[in-house]
């Protein structure tokens, strides 16, 4: 890790260089890395969980909220499960160098289309500490130099853990500069949103705020890994008992994450069978329901439990166990509630309608539209992609989870023999 | 074409509703509608030759450069490429709905991962009237809807092309709104590109002002279709006759367009050789060389021919009969001067050594690199892609011809039996 006193310019300057190396390095040369990466989390926990417990004890006296504290603590076992992380990344395919196309033309040219690496990435993340050892590992093993900057919440937990991963590299050979943190000063991260052409990709991974920031001030290139307002939509041709698993599932599982449902749509044919019940099992769950008039007329029984949803409610990402409750009269009009207030992160529409099923995939404008089963599976390692850096609900690049290939470009070999036009 | 007195929101509802009908059109519905813009460019052609008259006359009349007036200029050949090059998109393969991956993971979801369109793409171009026609039918083709905006030295050539487009398109049941083509209003172009959430991508295709301007003020994604300070750099090992044909290549052949040579690199143990060669060649086709000190010394008998080559001159892209001239020592020092002063667009190593084609080509951070060809060959066309919407020289979403593939994003259809985590 550049050291602290250098300037950002510097710094930046040392991890152009460093991803200059690491671009060329051989897989197995940067698996070591990360072998070596994985263990010294091991071997450095004491002095990772003693700055982490300072983390901890600021948050809990400055009256965090417990999930927030709970997102912030790390323990042997985390640790453990954070080794074992760099240890799965280790183990994917090597992105660089792959060839994505080749064909040749009329005039005998040669050209291939391969996989190179972006150079620097930034990633601007809040209290989890495990996005330090996560994105490292991700941008070594796609050829890039990282840049980290965590937040305020976390300053003691990032500095040690950038400090363990940046030394583990450097000792398996990895330049000085593959990673380098950056302190929770507002100032820098500026610098560094607006560093065109020495920075090639910024990942804010956090709320609305920080999405608002970039947006308004960034000059480099960004994926925003921003907010997921996902929906469950319950057909009339749905299994109920299918839809009462996925809805409460969805809506409970961890309601604190992007891919957590938010609002439940429910066909008004099935709805005076299916949301009874459905409001049963979430009030057992402890969710608040904010329901339109239609859905409250359909339960009276249940009497003060339920708050009038507003339209502001539909565009609302809860993060928490509250949930938007609408009736519709069909797929069509469920797809076109989901595009007006949706994030187009992930949504769900149960049914055993096969023409349901097709009409909501197509008409659904999101990065993941799944038939029976729960938004909650929207993630890199679930998909079977490997750790991810964010999910994407942009349009560019990536959409989705972001995994080892959306961290790199492609570039054109075009081998000839004296061709001119 | 929705008409020029609705406001701009009310023409961008309209694209996006008529993006969402053309997202779903059939392949052979599509290259229908094509082939009725490429019959209506002929058909119309004397409206279309009288509305550009206008506007070449006007050109000439404010004393605009040649090459302003040549781009600018229709011919009744020009017309039949134009509807030639529709005809040649509708022909490519469709893009919507390729599957581009697809797995099971271990609890039995099925994920496919398959092309989508953007939704609603718009243009920003200068004075050349066909990338009216070859965007349109781009956009058309990946099921999107296009909203254009030209130069007003065009106004006239843009208007009548973008009402024959239109045209044609809902005479083949295509929908109102499927193209729109704005006026050359500066505040409308600023709606536009801020138009966060109603316009997916914003190409420009112009210059360095047109760049920064969307750089300060875009708030909707854009890929950059910009500059292109390309170089030829001429290794120790070059066959010289090849080297002598591909720097006039790159350099003469069509000196105003993004791929043409800027700047000559040769290395020092061929260049005594060479060099007078180059600009004995170079000079008799009109060429103005500014060399390095270095290289002057090696061109004595050409006396006042050359002028001294400046930082800056090094950094620019001339689009004219003008061409840097420098000496490096090594490949190396070759990949070092490409990536400093370069726009990471096209550079090419004339060489018979495998290890300096591989060094140059692993080293030069740009979207192509060639080995023994001119630079001239990075196009859609060219490259057997098809037409194309620019070049980018950017690292995300599309690097080198934005072809086809490049308008869609892709789209996770997850199907299950009721899976929750």
Not at 74 to 90: E, K, N, S
Not at 369 to 387: L, P
Request: hydrophobic share 45%; proline share 4%.
């Amino acid at each position: 890790m550049a050291t602290t006193d250098a300037s950002l310019d510097e710094r930046l300057e040392a991890a152009r260089a460093a991803g200059r190396v690491i671009a060329r390095m051989s897989p197995g040369a940067k698996d070591d890395a990360l072998e070596a990466v994985a263990e010294a989390i091991v071997t450095r926990a004491p002095e990772i969980l003693a700055m982490n417990a300072g983390d901890v004890e600021d948050a809990r006296q400055s009256g965090a909220p417990a999930a927030t504290v709970d997102r912030l603590l790390l323990d042997d076992a985390r640790l453990g499960a954070m080794a074992a992380a760099v240890r799965a990344v280790a183990v994917l395919p090597d992105p660089v160098g792959v060839i994505t196309g080749g064909w040749r033309v009329a005039n005998g040219l040669e050209i291939v289309e391969t996989r190179v690496p972006l150079g620097v990435i930034g990633v601007i993340f809040e209290g989890r500490p495990n996005v330090t050892t996560d994105a490292a590992a991700l941008a070594l093993k796609s050829g890039n130099a990282i840049v980290l900057r965590g937040s305020r919440v976390a300053r003691r937990s990032n500095a040690v853990l950038g400090d363990v991963v940046a030394s583990a590299l450097v000792g398996a050979g990895v330049p000085v500069g593959a990673v380098t943190m950056l302190g929770p000063d507002r100032a820098e991260m500026l610098e560094l949103i607006q560093a065109e052409g020495r920075v090639d990709l910024v990942i804010p991974r956090g709320g609305e705020e920080l999405k608002a920031y970039l947006q308004n001030n960034a000059r480099v290139p960004v994926i925003y890994a921003a907010s997921g307002n996902c929906h469950v939509y319950v057909d009339a041709d749905a299994c109920q008992d299918d839809a009462l698993a996925i809805v409460v599932n969805a809506k409970t599982q961890r309601p604190g994450v992007c891919n957590a449902c938010e609002t439940l749509l429910v066909h008004r044919d099935i709805a005076p069978d299916f949301l009874p019940r459905a409001a049963t099992a979430l009030l057992a769950a402890g969710v608040e329901m904010r329901v339109s008039p239609e859905a409250r007329a359909l339960l009276a029984g249940f009497g003060d439990d339920m708050v009038d949803a507003t339209d502001a409610d539909f565009a609302t990402e809860f993060l928490d166990l509250i949930l938007s409750v609408g009736i519709v009269g069909s797929v069509d009009e469920a797809v076109d509630h989901v595009n007006r207030f949706g994030s187009g992160h992930s949504e769900a529409i149960i049914t055993r309608s096969l023409d349901a099923a097709r009409a909501f995939q197509q008409g659904v404008d999101s990065a993941v539209v799944y038939v029976n089963a729960s938004t909650r599976f929207t993630d890199g390692g679930e998909f079977g992609m490997g750790a991810e850096i964010g999910i994407s609900t942009q349009k560019l690049h990536a959409r989705g989870p972001i995994g080892l290939a959306d961290l790199t470009t492609v570039k054109y070999l075009v081998t000839g023999t004296g061709q001119i036009r």
